[in-house]
């Protein structure tokens, strides 16, 4: 297990190789924005020089190893992928893109939503790609819910919330991670309070109230 976060959240650094990546499109801005990523290795034993340079490097090639991984995860997005591979259409990502990063990513709340599914996605992912059936109900509830967020008064009707639920279920009975078995399960509940809302007030209620554990 791996715990992504901002740099900072560790602790305050300045000059480092991410200011650069990050600040080169601002100082000149003929370059295209880039990301800049930063491993944290080594269990901290009160000592800096045993902490990044033990003398055993087993701990450091483990946490490497577990940074990698989860910086891969969290590169596939299972939206992305679902919209460009099976309904081979940009349209529907978009659409749900903007919802993420120019509302929900607005507030705390929202935040916390993207956080449970970004933690969620990429160990689902593969079992949803690799079950033709399962793929195909992903596809379509992607489908459905693109098309109602580009209506502000789409009603999200007990078919919709029936079927997202019942894929939940499924993926949920398939993974034998408990956290993610929770992150689904808070999915699901509130799913359960959609029923008879529009887009616009299911969006509404993300951005205020998160899933509780981010």
């Given amino acids: 297990m791996y715990t992504s976060e901002p740099g900072?959240?560790?602790y305050a650094t300045t000059g480092t190789h991410s200011d650069y990546v990050y600040g080169r499109h601002i100082?000149?801005?003929s370059l295209n924005k880039t990301y800049g990523y930063t491993f944290e290795t080594g269990p901290s034993v009160g000592d800096a020089r045993e902490s990044f340079h033990?003398?055993?490097?087993?701990?450091?090639?483990?946490?490497?190893?577990?940074?990698?991984?989860?910086?891969?995860?969290?590169c596939v997005c299972?939206?992305?992928l679902i919209g460009t591979q099976l309904l081979g259409r940009e349209t529907e990502v978009e659409s749900l893109r903007r919802v993420r990063d120019d509302l929900l990513g607005t507030t705390e709340a929202g935040r916390g939503w993207i956080a449970l599914f970004e933690r969620a996605q990429g160990r689902l992912v593969?079992?949803?790609?690799?079950?033709?059936?399962?793929?195909?109900?992903?596809?379509a509830l992607l489908e459905r819910a693109a098309?109602?967020?580009?209506?502000?008064?789409?009603?999200?009707?007990?078919?919709?919330?029936?079927r997202g639920q019942a894929l939940l279920r499924e993926l949920a009975e398939r993974s034998e991670i408990d956290?993610?078995?929770?992150?689904?399960?808070?999915?699901i509940d509130q799913i359960s309070q959609m029923a008879g809302q529009?887009?616009?007030?299911?969006?509404?209620?993300?951005?205020?109230?998160?899933?509780?554990?981010?």
């Fill in 8 to 10: 900072l959240g560790l």
């Fill in 27 to 29: 100082a000149d801005p």
């Fill in 54 to 74: 033990p003398a055993d490097p087993t701990l450091i090639k483990r946490d490497a190893k577990s940074g990698m991984i989860a910086l891969a995860q969290q």
């Fill in 78 to 80: 299972a939206i992305d």
């Fill in 126 to 139: 593969a079992t949803a790609i690799g079950d033709e059936q399962l793929a195909a109900e992903a596809a």
């Fill in 147 to 162: 098309a109602a967020v580009e209506d502000d008064k789409a009603i999200v009707t007990d078919e919709d919330v029936k």
């Fill in 179 to 187: 956290e993610v078995k929770r992150d689904l399960e808070t999915v």
């Fill in 198 to 214: 529009t887009s616009r007030e299911v969006i509404e209620t993300l951005m205020t109230s998160g899933p509780g554990r981010c």
